[in-house]
C-alpha cells in the first residue's frame, strides 16, 4: 500500500485473483537477499484479499514478496512484489514527476499515484507547478488562487496540486516543489525583481540572458544573478509562501547548464556554477526543507555535492 515504509510501520497487501477454487490459498514467503525471514498462509476468503505483514526492525532494507496461489496441493499462478523499509527516501532514490495539473477528480488523482506506487516511485517532482517561476505562487498563502495559468499558460488547478501532494503523502512518497533557481517573466520589475537583478551576456548590460520559449508561453525566461543577495532573499521569500500553501517536502531546484561567460549589472563576470553551493545554502538555512537539485549535463555537479542537497531536517541537525 506504499512506496516506502519507516521501520515499525505495518505492510498491507491487496491481491486480487482472476481465477480461483473454494480450496484455494496463498503460500506467502518473506525474504531478504538470500534468507527466507518468514512465511505465511493466507486463505483465500474474499477477492480482493487482504493481509497485513509486519517487517523487521533494521532501517534501509528491502525484501521480496513471493506469493504462490495453491490449489489442490499444486501451485497455479506466482507473484512477486518489492517492500522497501527506509526512513529516508533519499537512501534508495526512486524519483518520479508529475507534469499536468488540470482539473482532475478525486478519484482520477489517486489513479495516477496508485500507478506510480506500483512502481515504487518514493519521491515526486512537480514540474512547472507554479504560477510564475520568480513568483510560484498566485494569491497569498492564506488565501491561494483556485487556479492559474503556467508559463506554457495551460490552466493548472489548487484542488489538482493539493490532491496529488496528499495523495502522495499517504503512499509515503515526497512532494518536491520545482523551480528555477535563477528564473524571472520578462515583466518581473512589477513583482519586485529589477532587471538590474539580472544576468546579461555582455559587460555593459546590453544583452540579458534570455532563455527563449514559443511565443503563444506567457513569457521567455529571463536569467536572475544568483549570487545577488536580494534576489537570494527574494525567491527565497516567494519559495517559503509556497511551502505555506502547500505542503511540499521540499524545492527542486533547477539550472539551464553551461550559459557561457555572463556577467552582472555591473559589469562583472559571474561564472553560475561558484553560486550554486552558497544558494543551496541559503535555502537549506532559511526553511530546512528536502532540496534537490540538477545538474544539466554534469555542469557544477562538484559544487552541487558538496552543498546540503538531499538531506532531512534530521541530519542538517546531526551535522
Not at 521567455?220 to 516567494?238: E, K
Amino acid at each position: 500500500d506504499k512506496a516506502r515504509y519507516t521501520p515499525g510501520e505495518t505492510v498491507q497487501f491487496e491481491i486480487e485473483l482472476t481465477d480461483y477454487g473454494s480450496d484455494a490459498e496463498l503460500n506467502v514467503s518473506y525474504i531478504h537477499l538470500n534468507d527466507k525471514l518468514g512465511q505465511q498462509k493466507v486463505a483465500v476468503t474474499s477477492n480482493p484479499l487482504s493481509w497485513f505483514w509486519q517487517p523487521p526492525s533494521p532501517d534501509y532494507r528491502g525484501y521480496l514478496v513471493e506469493i504462490i496461489l495453491i490449489e489442490n496441493h499444486a501451485a497455479i499462478d506466482t507473484t512477486w512484489i518489492a517492500v522497501d523499509v527506509s526512513s529516508d527516501w533519499a537512501r534508495f532514490p526512486r524519483y518520479g514527476f508529475l507534469s499536468k495539473y488540470a482539473y482532475l477528480s478525486e478519484t482520477q488523482i489517486q489513479r495516477v499515484i496508485s500507478n506510480l506506487n506500483r512502481y515504487h516511485i518514493n519521491a515526486l517532482q512537480f514540474y512547472d507547478w507554479q504560477y510564475k517561476h520568480h513568483l510560484p505562487l498566485k494569491g497569498t498563502p492564506e488565501n491561494p488562487a483556485s487556479f492559474w495559468n503556467d508559463i506554457a499558460n495551460r490552466t493548472h488547478y489548487l484542488s489538482t496540486v493539493s490532491g496529488y501532494i496528499e495523495a502522495a503523502h499517504q503512499r509515503n512518497m515526497k512532494a518536491m516543489a520545482y523551480n528555477l533557481l535563477y528564473g524571472a517573466y520578462q515583466d518581473a520589475a512589477v513583482d519586485g525583481v529589477p532587471e538590474s537583478w539580472r544576468l546579461f551576456r555582455d559587460p555593459n548590460h546590453n544583452q540579458p540572458d534570455v532563455h527563449d520559449l514559443p511565443d503563444s508561453w506567457a513569457s521567455d525566461i529571463y536569467l536572475i544573478d544568483p549570487s545577488n543577495p536580494q534576489w537570494v532573499d527574494y525567491i527565497i521569500d516567494r519559495m517559503r509562501e509556497a511551502f505555506a500553501a502547500f505542503k511540499f517536502d521540499g524545492w527542486h531546484i533547477d539550472q539551464l547548464g553551461d550559459r557561457g561567460t555572463r556577467y552582472n549589472y555591473i559589469g562583472q563576470k559571474i561564472v553560475l556554477s561558484e553560486t550554486f553551493a552558497p544558494f543551496i545554502q541559503s535555502a537549506k538555512s532559511s526553511f530546512h526543507k528536502t532540496l534537490v537539485m540538477n545538474a544539466v549535463n554534469q555542469y557544477g555537479q562538484q559544487e552541487i555535492a558538496k552543498s546540503p542537497v538531499g538531506q532531512t531536517v534530521e541530519d542538517l541537525t546531526k551535522s
